[in-house]
């Protein structure tokens, strides 16, 4: 059988949320990227192991030192080539994951864990988790040619979805309605949205027309949904 890449998300997700992580796929260039507390982990997946791969991983550690490869496990445990990586992956002080695609079960695994030092004030590693704090809808992380659901796509959609609902409304009104204090900047910024009078926004008709196109999509279907509990003020 063959296997994507993106089939070793679920796997590597699975294990990474059991241990406590909010898991994301494809932040920022990161296939994925989780975050537990103030740790932040990434990781990079491919079907073999080669050096665009080792060279991903060791970008990567300019925004934090727990950084994993990802690869399927391989068919004998003793395998050189496999032990040889592993032995390169320590001396970089990246860590290993494998995924048991072969598996009915398909579980992944930790079998080298970096030497990770967590820094705090590292711009890259604040970008990444204010990415993932800002996702309520998942991407799957390997997946190429796809459309991913960033933080600020999932703000605009949640902006588009309460004005479609509510009819016009000002900034103040859609933050007391949930969403972030930059609405103003996204209602002034965004084709979405128009003016209607002073600090009141309207749903323009390419917005409309974005809502009904991706009625369907699970980012549009869940705010569509959720607009339906608020009423404005």
């Keep these: 059988m063959k296997f994507k890449e993106s089939d070793m998300y679920e796997p590597i997700r699975n294990l990474l949320t ?22 932040l982990w990434v990781v990079e997946m491919k079907l073999t192991a080669n050096i665009t791969l080792i060279y991903q991983a060791m970008a990567r550690q300019t925004a934090t030192d727990w950084v994993f490869i990802a690869i399927p496990r391989p068919r004998k445990s003793r395998d050189g080539t496999f032990l040889k990586l592993q032995k390169l992956i320590k001396k970089l002080e990246l860590g290993l994951i494998t995924v048991a695609l072969d598996s009915p079960a398909k579980f992944a695994e930790i079998i080298v864990f970096p030497v990770g030092r967590d820094d705090k004030n ?10 993932i704090a800002g996702r309520t809808i998942d991407s799957t992380g390997g997946t190429a040619k796809i459309k991913i659901n960033t ?21 103040k009104a859609l933050t007391n309605l949930g ?44 705010y569509r949904m959720k607009s339906l509990a608020y009423t404005a003020f």
């Design 122 to 131: 590292n711009k890259k590693t604040k970008a990444l988790k204010r990415e």
């Design 151 to 171: 933080a600020y796509k999932e703000r605009c959609v949640r902006i588009a979805c309460l004005l479609e609902a509510n009819g016009p409304l000002s900034a």
């Design 18 to 39: 059991q241990q406590g992580f909010t898991v994301r796929g494809e932040v920022k260039g990161c296939d994925i990227a989780a975050v537990k507390d103030d740790t």
């Design 179 to 222: 969403c972030e204090k930059d609405a103003w900047s996204i209602l002034n910024t965004h084709v979405w949205f128009f003016k209607i009078s002073k600090g009141v926004y309207g749903l323009s008709k390419i917005g409309e027309a974005y809502l009904e196109e991706n009625a369907a999509a699970t980012l549009v279907a869940y």
